[in-house]
């Protein structure tokens, strides 16, 4: 087909999406089994070229936690271009009219896990955090964390509980876990256990997902897949859960979304025994920055009026930002002098608690005073960014 036959992007009928799980075999070399598994879920579109599907991509229309609420969102997956269509920019188009699409249904941001991230910043993504596997011998958890009393109770159904949401809406970026997450899981893993760890009487503090794997060296190996702990006791009670695998299992892997970012592993008795592998790390894209902020949770003492400046690559708009009794509005302010300058990525990661400090802000280019930096990231940094779920 001529290239300079026109290029649609439209929603998949039957044929059409037969046609992008055979294109997504053939550009990523094996099968995509989540184009079948999701497609209840997903908003699947097409590009297509003269009839024949070259390109195609999932949207998963799920909330994703900031500041304890969930915001309406889209979760991107299983995108591709077909190889001999390549290096013509299909790949923006195709992802632009999938976002339309998919604003226009409600979302207000998007988030992807794609090793483009280069190319994902020049489309206005954002890499809010970075993102590690954990390795460590089962021995060096059994002998560095204590059980500490915890009932242990083997449950049948993975994570999607009051609790899990409840210990989700702690961190920035977590799903708002839909009804159909425990099954997915479990067809793509299904080896999975699940457990729940609570002190007598108690609701759980601590949830916990494990499988297993082969290794190369050790023969098998134990995976954590979900690793939600409420207090440090109940985080030591898991991880020395885990170590009691030691009589068959040498090492436990926490994949590249387990573990939140606390400093739990240096808790062990032997420096050096943890190793750690920087995978690349999940983006986000702010769809409708007034929304996004409209909707997000807000600390509730805090009192903030500050004008800035968005730049994004369809050119710059001032704003107020203001928040107060724990709600946050972004209210266009043409003409007024900004006190802060942003980028839509600085936006984002900034939205997401990624800015620990005003300093981090500054050297990532953030432009304003450091009081008003100060302010701006104090609004956000009450939750640390981590997205447990991989898709």
């Given at each position: 087909m001529p290239r300079d036959t026109a290029v649609l992007v439209v929603q998949a009928d039957d044929q059409q999406r037969a046609d992008y799980d055979a294109l997504a075999r053939r550009s990523y070399g094996q099968p995509v089994g989540d184009i079948a598994r999701l497609r209840p879920h997903a908003d699947i579109r097409v590009a297509v070229r003269g009839g024949r599907v070259i390109g195609g991509g999932l949207g998963l229309r799920i909330p994703q936690y900031f500041g304890g609420r969930p915001v309406p969102g889209v979760c991107l997956a299983g995108g591709c271009i077909a190889p001999e269509e390549r290096g013509e920019h299909l790949w923006s188009l195709l992802l632009d009219e999938r976002l339309r699409a998919l604003k226009d249904q409600g979302a207000v941001l998007a988030t992807a896990w794609t090793a483009s991230t280069?190319?994902?910043?020049?489309m206005g993504w954002a890499t809010p955090a970075q993102v590690f596997s954990w390795t460590v011998p089962t021995s060096e958890l059994r002998r560095g964390f204590a059980d500490t009393g915890f009932d242990i109770v083997h449950v049948t159904v993975g994570h999607t509980n009051p609790r899990q949401r409840a210990l989700a809406s702690r961190w920035n970026g977590p799903w708002f876990r839909p009804d159909w997450w425990p099954a997915w899981q479990q067809d793509i893993h299904p080896d999975l256990t699940?457990?729940?760890?609570?002190?007598?009487?108690?609701?759980?503090?601590?949830?916990?997902?494990?499988?297993?794997?082969?290794?190369?060296?050790?023969?098998?190996r134990l995976v954590v897949h979900?690793?939600?702990?409420?207090?440090?006791?109940?985080?030591?009670?898991?991880?020395s859960f885990a170590g009691r695998h030691n009589s068959r299992i040498p090492t436990v892997m926490f994949q590249r979304t387990a573990l939140p970012p606390a400093p739990l592993l240096q808790r062990l008795h032997r420096a050096g025994t943890a190793t750690a592998t920087s995978w690349h790390p999940w983006m986000l894209r702010i769809l409708d920055a007034?929304?996004?902020?409209?909707?997000?949770?807000?600390?509730?003492?805090?009192?903030?009026?500050?004008?800035l400046t968005l730049t994004t690559r369809a050119g710059d708009?001032?704003?107020?930002?203001?928040?107060?009794?724990?709600?946050?509005?972004?209210?266009?302010?043409?003409?007024?002098?900004?006190?802060?300058v942003l980028t839509e990525q600085q936006?984002?990661?900034?939205?997401?608690?990624?800015?620990?400090?005003?300093?981090?802000?500054?050297?990532?280019?953030?432009k304003g005073s450091t009081d008003d930096v100060a302010q701006l990231v104090a609004a956000t940094c009450e939750s640390e960014p981590w997205l447990p779920e991989y898709f």
């Open positions: 280069g190319y994902g910043r020049r699940h457990y729940q760890f609570a002190l007598p009487g108690q609701e759980p503090d601590g949830l916990l997902t494990l499988g297993f794997d082969q290794h190369p060296a050790d023969g098998r979900d690793f939600w702990a409420a207090t440090a006791k109940a985080a030591a009670a898991m991880l007034g929304k996004a902020v409209h909707l997000r949770g807000w600390p509730r003492e805090l009192e903030l009026a500050v004008p708009s001032s704003f107020t930002l203001h928040v107060t009794g724990g709600r946050g509005e972004l209210e266009p302010a043409p003409g007024s002098k900004p006190r802060l936006f984002a990661v900034w939205y997401t608690g990624g800015y620990r400090s005003a300093a981090s802000a500054l050297l990532d280019g953030v």
